[in-house]
């Protein structure tokens, strides 16, 4: 599924998957061992336009997922290991940009989950009932799409995230 890579841009492999998978974690750890950028697109967002629950507030969701389709596009273009947020899926613009792309889904288990926002600030987690039952909602609905995009599916509920660093690495080197 991935184009051939041009001389003059790194690598690039695409992680996605639900909030609390690990994808900053393994995302940083993939990009030192291919030696390439860590491109978060969520915080190129943020320093662009401000907080994300703010954009949403003032311009809606449908504004925030073509500011994120940009932010992907760009961050591709560029290469490295790109981090998306966990909705970028939902966007049919962006499921179209990562079809030219190495895909990584990060799946994770609820129990796994539980533990990782325990005292996190997760605002699409707060203030709307149990956090674990409004994460796996969320990742119900978004299954789907994430497993569409994906070139390569790894749980991130029990192993190390080195481990799945150096896998994720090794895959990604295979695909040349």
Do not use: C, N
């Amino acid at each position: 599924m991935s184009s051939p890579e041009r001389a003059d841009r790194p690598l690039t492999v695409v992680l996605v998957g639900p909030m609390a998978a690990g994808k900053t974690s393994v995302g940083r750890k993939v990009a030192r061992l291919l030696e390439v950028p860590f491109i978060d697109t969520d915080k190129r967002i943020v320093a662009a336009h401000g907080p994300i629950p703010q954009i949403f507030a003032e311009h809606g969701e449908t504004r925030f997922r073509e500011l994120e389709r940009e932010a992907v596009a760009t961050a591709v273009a560029e290469g490295g290991v790109v981090s998306l947020g966990g909705g970028a899926v939902t966007d049919a613009g962006t499921r179209a940009l990562l079809a030219q792309h190495p895909v990584v889904f990060l799946t994770v288990g609820e129990a796994a989950v539980a533990r990782r926002i325990s005292g996190a600030g997760r605002p699409l987690l707060e203030g709307q009932g149990d956090p674990i039952d409004r994460w796996r909602t969320l990742f119900a609905e978004r299954r789907g799409w994430y497993e569409e995009v994906a070139d390569l599916t790894i749980d991130t509920s029990r192993r190390p995230m080195r481990t799945l660093a150096e896998e994720i690495a090794a895959w990604r080197k295979e695909q040349q």
